[in-house]
């Protein structure tokens, strides 16, 4: 069981990026309580992955904070980062190492234990079902192997908080039940868990509270129940976004 930890697990403050001129995340107000399960849904270009990225120090805010567990990720990095482990997506690795050389690495990385890294990657690549592959080469991995290495490089020094991105693109179904019991466990043995993905049935399966971004601000947040207001996640998002209805008319040439 981890310490208890007071205050939010990650509370973003009027974060703000522009890329040419265009705002993409806009002053975005945003708070993970500590223990939940979180889920952060938005269509593409909503500011999703930026904010993400600005919330764990892989990018640099024009403006606004963000604090892990009360701490500045830019103010105070090495503390911030001690506290999270972070599965982004497209995650760049490196190519040229195996498996278990990727996470001896990251281990050794963070000031590890030689030995303790080389145990607690053994029970990963056996959970993840990647003792086959631990003495290929990242190069040669499918886009679901990355994605399970690079989230056994994010469990590895046992974080307070876990931030993936669309952790479950592209992992084959079995897989997929291992990585969703893993993240069960680490909430419930007091974790927080932040998961970005499009695929509502699954943040409705797994997380206890979302928020939806839309134009590089949060539009709705609150427990799952709260968003949700009566209707599935996929029903209430489309509204909150302004989503097209169901196609009814028109295409009638497909049915030629």
Request: charged share 25%; with cysteine; aromatic share 4%.
């Amino acid at each position: 069981m981890r310490s208890a930890t007071t205050g939010p697990a990650l509370r973003l403050a009027g974060l703000t990026k522009a890329f040419g001129g265009r705002r993409v995340v806009d002053h975005i107000e945003l708070e993970v309580p500590s223990g939940s399960f979180f889920g952060l849904v938005g269509p593409n270009g909503a500011g999703k992955t930026t904010s993400l990225s600005m919330a764990v120090g892989l990018l640099r805010p024009d403006g606004g904070r963000a604090e892990i567990f009360g701490a500045d990720v830019w103010a105070d990095a090495a503390r911030a980062k001690k506290l999270i482990g972070v599965l982004p997506d497209g995650l760049a690795m490196p190519e040229r190492l195996t498996g278990r050389e990727l996470l001896r690495f990251t281990g050794l990385l963070r000031g590890m234990d030689r030995a303790e890294v080389e145990r607690r990657a053994g029970e990963l690549l056996q959970t993840l079902g990647l003792v086959a592959a631990e003495r290929t080469l990242v190069m040669e991995y499918s886009t679901g192997m990355r994605k399970k290495i690079g989230l056994a490089a994010a469990l590895l020094h046992a974080p307070k908080l876990l931030v993936l991105d669309e952790p479950l693109e592209a992992v084959d179904p079995v897989s997929a039940a291992t990585i969703k019991a893993i993240l069960r466990r680490f909430v419930r043995a007091g974790g927080t868990v932040v998961l970005s993905s499009h695929v509502m049935a699954v943040v409705e399966q797994l997380c206890d509270r979302v928020a939806v971004i839309d134009s590089g601000r949060v539009v709705a947040a609150g427990s799952l129940v709260e968003v949700r207001a009566g209707l599935s996640l996929e029903e209430r998002f489309v509204s909150l976004v302004g989503g097209q209805s169901p196609l009814t008319e028109g295409l009638a040439w497909l049915a030629s």
